[in-house]
């Protein structure tokens, strides 16, 4: 079963994490902002997926599962299924 304040404190702690590894400043990250807008280099992006990776101990392709990403809310949103499976494994 999801715990929905569970969530909402994960989704905290990763748009933080996007925020610095991302160089964004945390009062301006909108989960609904494009990614693209945020103006966050592929070289960035790389570094908030391996953050994520490192605090997190899971794994999310660049490739097949970030490839279609078009807002923040997206990206927490594979991040946060990552790190549910990963915890009911």
């Known amino acids: 079963m999801r715990n ?47 953050a994520i990776e490192e605090k997190y101990g899971v794994y999310i392709s660049v490739d097949n599962e970030v490839a279609d990403l078009q807002t923040v809310q997206d990206l927490l949103t594979v991040a946060s299924k990552k790190i549910r499976e990963k915890s009911e494994a």
């Not at 304040?5 to 748009?15: G, K, N, Q, V």
């Not at 933080?16 to 990614?35: K, P, Q, S, T």
Request: a negative charge; charged letters at 30%; glycine letters at 2%.
């Open 4 to 50: 929905d304040a569970a969530s909402e404190t994960l989704e905290d702690d990763l748009l933080d994490l996007v925020a610095e590894e991302g160089m964004i400043e945390r009062a301006a990250l909108d989960r609904e902002a494009n990614l693209a807008d945020l103006n966050i280099a592929s070289a960035d992006f790389i570094m908030i997926l391996m």
